[in-house]
């Protein structure tokens, strides 16, 4: 029984029917979906064949042996406690440095004017609100990998 077959449903069947000769299953609507289409499809079941019969081989054949020794290099890898902790370190001291220029700037402020706002005024709230983010990060540390434990250790 042949009957028109769709161009896409090629493209599908052929990716299907190497998927299971690699050896992965298909759901059972994807094995009926190809094995209706192999019945319909005669390009695509000689593809489904051959590529069956590639895997078979490939599976069967002996594995080649390198003839000279073969060293890969050892992967350098940073330790995630120290990127913690230098992580932390680089928040304490941003917290501490905001900390500081908000009441630099705050009290210089404070003594030349005795009224109304001025850029150290601004400056300070900045501080403060660089203050309260890098606070903000420091309670959510499960998420960004910045912990209060390690921060105290320095
Ligand atoms: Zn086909």
Do not use: K
Not at 70 to 92: D, G, I, K, M
């Amino acid at each position: 029984m042949l009957f028109a077959v769709h161009p896409s449903e090629c493209d599908w069947a052929e990716e299907a029917a190497s998927t299971r000769a690699d050896g992965e299953l298909l759901t059972e609507l994807e094995h009926a979906r190809l094995t209706a289409h192999l019945g319909a499809c005669a390009d695509c079941r000689m593809f489904a064949a051959a590529a069956g019969a590639i895997a078979r081989e490939l599976r069967g054949a002996p594995l080649e042996q390198p003839d000279v020794p073969v060293f890969l290099p050892r992967r350098h890898r940073t330790p995630a406690l120290r990127v913690q902790a230098a992580a932390a370190a680089l928040v304490a001291t941003a917290v501490g440095a905001s900390f500081a220029v908000g009441h630099v700037l705050g009290s210089s402020n404070r003594a030349r004017t005795a009224t109304g706002s001025s850029a150290a005024d601004i400056a300070g709230l900045r501080a403060d609100s660089v203050e309260q983010h890098l606070l903000a990060m420091l309670s959510h540390g499960g998420n960004s990998g910045i912990r209060f434990g390690t921060t105290t250790a320095l």
